[in-house]
């Protein structure tokens, strides 16, 4: 069985050039099947906790085409970090209990299981964020949530979704992430609207308007990523996504957007929420 080693980098943050080398590992292993693959993480100091839900998802993928991944090198402190969120042990690697209760468990959802992805909402990702939300407020967020994770059935057509998540107790935020293998969005709003030339960003900044779907008109959508930007805008938050080559990210209401130097197969939504203040939304909406 051939082998191949990639290096990863210093630090792998929740930023362009974390989500970067995310899609690199993707696109340097397109079509590798039946090899052995190490990830050496010998200079590696710092790999957010919540990325674990996009390096399962690659895990995943070359297992399924029969590939061996190694993990070499890795530092103690990431390495715990591992076995406290679940993604060690998904793997029968191992596992240490949370003792600061500061994750969000590492899981992978069939997408058939909307009923437990939405209990792990309610029992694991809410009490996380730490706000003093209202009852109204809390139900807008966990079904907007929840409507991210239709759409990897409805639009995607993946057969999982991946999660993770941190509360960082230093910087007092916490980051949520979800993420598929399946159509990206800029392919979905291109087939819906062919004849409107988007880039994988444009399409990702036109997906997160109020209304704006590529179901059918038929369909409730169209508001899932709109209250979850609002509710991250109004907290001061990072809201990003990554789709294909797309990267679009709401920093604090400032909008950034960039191409990917490489093509991630999928779709990462990443939440990043500043525990500052208490959250409303400008004007509530009931599903």
Known sequence: MDSIKIEIPVTVENDYYGFNFMSYLFTSTEGFADKNIELNFKSTRWFEANLASVLGAWIESKVYDGCTIIMSDINVSIEKVFKKNGFYETYNLGAINDTFDSTIKYHVFSVSEVDEFSNYVTDNVIPKIRLDLSNSVEKSFKLSLNEVFLNVNLHARSDKVYTCGQYYHKNNKVAFTISDLGNTIGLNVRNKYP?????????????????????????????????????????????????????????????????????????????????????????????
């Open 195 to 287: 004849h409107i030339e988007f880039l994988d960003h444009e399409a990702i900044d036109w997906a997160t308007h109020y209304g704006h779907t590529t179901k059918d008109i038929t369909e409730a959508g169209g508001i899932g990523l709109h209250i979850i930007d609002e509710f991250l805008t109004s907290n001061n938050g990072i809201f990003q996504i990554i789709s294909g080559n797309g990267f679009w990210e709401n920093n604090e209401g400032n909008i950034n957007t960039r191409l990917l130097e490489y093509y991630f197969p999928g779709t990462v939504v990443n939440i990043i929420s500043k525990l500052e203040q208490t959250f409303s939304l400008n004007s509530e909406i009931f599903f």
